[in-house]
């Protein structure tokens, strides 16, 4: 059973539950597809109801950060502990590595993903990158195509939410990649581009303001989570 936070379903797994599940879906036919939602993303679900589905749709729904542990503590109803989609992703290569899999990288400006796909090339020794294509493109159609012509085994689609959750939910299956997996900045972070914060920051649930740091434009989408800590508290009077 999913731990529903304001109406999104989490499952309440670990990272090594997360991706044993992961790599069982690998290993059954048709598409699957794995979704990261963060406080920010909730708050976008709770407005936008297509993306609630696409996320709800999605068979393995991960807490990717601790805004999102502490919504469902304070709720009554905890999970486990947070799954950041980045740390999930490099646990998937390595069980896809070891049994020689292929994986299609999308998303992120022209190309960030080559180079993501050169270095996790290197970094995950028997895994082969079927291919790669920036997120910026107009029709879906020649994406796809390229995708099942691969004939990857997964696809990391990150294409910032809620496109990347939406555009696996539409096209997963056309693709004919077994797991798709919704992983928002992951692949900057692959290619280089983008730091993840140090250890000491996650550790203290600070993730969210070394980004901020770093990137100060974000404040505005930051300030949902605020305003989703506000709405978990008037769900708990509710209840
Ligand atoms: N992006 C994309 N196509 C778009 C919009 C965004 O490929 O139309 C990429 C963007 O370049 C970045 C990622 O999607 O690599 C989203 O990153 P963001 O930092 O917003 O994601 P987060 O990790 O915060 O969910």
Redesign the pocket.
């Known amino acids: 059973m999913r731990i529903n936070v304001l109406g999104v379903g989490f499952d309440n797994v670990t990272m090594k539950e997360a991706v044993a599940r992961g790599t069982e879906l690998l290993g059954q036919p048709g598409a699957h597809y794995v979704v990261t939602p963060?406080p920010?993303?909730v708050e976008v679900c709770r407005e936008n109801p297509e993306a609630m589905r696409a996320v709800n749709g999605a068979d393995l729904v991960l807490a990717d950060g601790i805004g999102v542990v502490k919504g469902a503590r304070m709720l009554g109803t905890p999970l486990k502990t947070k799954v950041p989609g980045i740390e999930f992703a490099a646990g998937l290569m390595e069980e896809m590595a070891a049994k020689g899999m292929s994986l299609y990288l999308l998303?992120?400006?022209p190309g960030?993903a080559e180079t993501a796909g050169k270095r996790l090339a290197e970094k995950y020794p028997g895994l082969t990158i079927a291919g790669t294509h920036?997120?910026?493109f107009q029709d879906d159609g020649p994406v796809i195509e390229a995708i099942r012509n691969s004939g990857a085994d997964a696809v990391f689609v990150?294409?910032?939410?809620p496109?990347?959750e939406l555009w696996m939910a539409r096209n997963g299956s056309a693709t004919n990649a077994r797991l798709l997996c919704g992983?928002?900045?992951?692949?900057?972070v692959f290619a280089g581009t983008v730091k993840r914060a140090p250890r000491f920051w996650s550790d203290h649930g600070l993730e969210w303001f070394y980004r901020l740091c770093k990137e100060p434009r974000r404040i505005g989408r930051m300030m949902k989570l605020p305003l989703f800590l506000v709405h978990v508290q008037q769900e708990k009077r509710r209840k």
């Open positions: 963060n920010e993303i998303g992120a400006k960030v920036d997120g910026y990150c294409l910032g939410a496109k990347q992983l928002g900045g992951s692949l900057d």
